[in-house]
């Protein structure tokens, strides 16, 4: 068995989140630059077994897509192309930022550190996607 891996793709960074082998436990991984994310997967799955990818969809509360929908898109198409043998699949992220705020807040994290630190948001919000998708196939 193998990790799943979530992708928070932003304009700027992207937040990334695993499970541990066994599928139980998702944690943060990473944040890395968008335009980076790429080569960071392909090395990162020569070094890890995955088995599926997990991509935040960026919908508006209405549902309508966001602004950074047809970026995603473009990296999704990318992916199925280059690994076709790790499914890539999309999953709603309506809250995920908001909620991964709240979890700094909550958690202690200093409104400084959060000021300055914008991939750990983006980095908490994969490990939201993350947890949500995996509850939702019950995992």
């Known amino acids: 068995m193998g990790r799943i891996l979530s992708v928070d793709y932003g304009k700027k960074r992207t937040g990334l989140a695993v499970t541990d082998p066994l599928q139980i436990i998702a944690n943060g991984l990473v944040t890395v630059a968008t335009s980076e994310l790429f080569d960071f997967l392909n090395d990162y799955i020569k ?5 599926r990818i997990v991509v935040g969809r960026p919908l508006q509360l209405n549902g309508e897509p966001s602004e950074n929908l047809a970026r995603v ?14 499914p890539i699949e999309y999953y709603d992220e309506r809250f995920t930022s ?7 807040i909550a958690g202690g994290v200093k409104k400084k550190t959060r000021k300055e630190d914008k ?16 509850r939702s196939k019950g995992l």
Do not use: C
């Open 98 to 104: 908001a909620i991964a705020h709240q979890a700094m």
């Open 47 to 51: 070094k890890e077994t995955v088995d």
């Open 73 to 86: 898109e473009q990296f999704v198409n990318r992916w199925r192309k280059a690994v076709p043998a790790i």
């Open 119 to 134: 991939g750990l948001v983006d980095e908490i919000s994969a490990t939201i996607i993350l947890q949500d998708y995996m």
